[in-house]
């Protein structure tokens, strides 16, 4: 079967993607699978200078899932570019940058700076990570942040495809994307992770020193799959589901209500093979179930009159 997928400029060999923050660079996870053999990567997070990040403890095993509050930990923009990026072009496969700052000036500084940088298939913007004070769910909660960050981002990022990333985390996820739509954003990605917290009865003490932390994994699947759903019917633009996956089963859930692919995330925390294996998974299922094609399938979910 054809697994090829091609929306908003992107060219990917098949559906599954990585999820920024859960896969590295790509290249530490080299030694699993072969890279070339995904649909695409989404590096994790960087910004224009170093950050530290939150302080530890910053990850929480929950139910079906985990909280993290790592805060966007990453050596810079420079260091990307000079020590990652020459590795990564080796690899066939698209690279997409993604992208934190802490003001929309600086959003469309980080942008022009990676999009004059060659091997990135596209910028996916960040506009609602919880776990960092100054901005992150605070973007993504203003439809107009939302509209204003992705002009900017747009105007600088050349001729890379630019995806926004939306929060789960407010009331109507459809207005956030059509401000996105309405910003010039070339497709979507969502959700990102929902807030929660954990506590320690033992010691009186919250699990994560940042207190609040996101909640990924597959306990917010079903919430995943309600936006996904909410947001292919409310914009013309491509949309890509994360949150959850941990099947084939899950994968062709998220095509089924419309999303051009898929992301994978805390999945390769428990199986760093994970999202390798998904590539030939997915291909064997849609044949199982008598799907004709990976177009045919998408999108095809009967509603209720």
């Known amino acids: 079967m054809n697994m090829n997928v091609s929306f908003a400029g992107l060219e990917l060999k098949n559906p599954v993607m990585t999820a920024s923050g859960t896969f590295g660079s790509g290249l530490e996870f080299a030694a699993y699978g072969d890279l070339s053999k995904l649909g695409g990567i989404v590096a994790k997070g960087v910004s224009l200078k170093p950050r530290e990040g939150n302080p530890m403890p910053r990850i929480a095993e929950t139910p079906c899932g985990m909280l993290n509050a790592i805060g966007i930990q990453n050596p810079g923009v420079e260091y990307f570019i000079t020590q990652v990026m020459p590795a990564l072009r080796n690899i066939d496969v698209p690279i997409l940058a993604n992208l934190y700052a802490c003001d929309v000036d600086e959003f469309g500084e980080l942008a022009s700076v990676l999009a004059a940088e060659d091997g990135i298939a596209g910028l996916e913007v960040n506009v609602s990570c919880p776990n960092v004070k100054e901005g992150g769910s605070a973007f993504g909660a203003d439809p107009k942040l939302i509209a204003k960050i992705t002009e ?144 045919e399938f998408r999108g095809s979910l009967q509603l209720p009159l």
């Open 152 to 295: 900017t981002v747009k105007k600088n990022a050349g001729d890379k495809p630019v995806m926004l990333k939306l929060s789960p985390n407010v009331t109507d996820i459809a207005t956030c994307a059509k401000a996105a739509e309405g910003g010039g954003a070339d497709c979507l990605s969502l959700i990102n992770t929902l807030i929660g917290m954990a506590v320690d009865i033992r010691n009186r003490k919250p699990r994560i020193a940042n207190v609040i932390a996101g909640l990924s994994g597959p306990a917010i699947k079903p919430v995943a799959l309600r936006c996904v759903h909410q947001v292919v019917q409310a914009v013309d633009i491509p949309v890509v589901g994360v949150g959850g996956i941990a099947s084939a089963e899950d994968v062709l859930e998220f095509l089924l209500v419309g999303a051009q692919a898929v992301q994978v995330g805390t999945a390769n925390f428990l199986r760093p093979d994970f999202a390798f294996t998904l590539v030939d998974e997915v291909e064997a299922l849609l044949e199982e179930i008598g799907a004709d094609s990976l177009d």
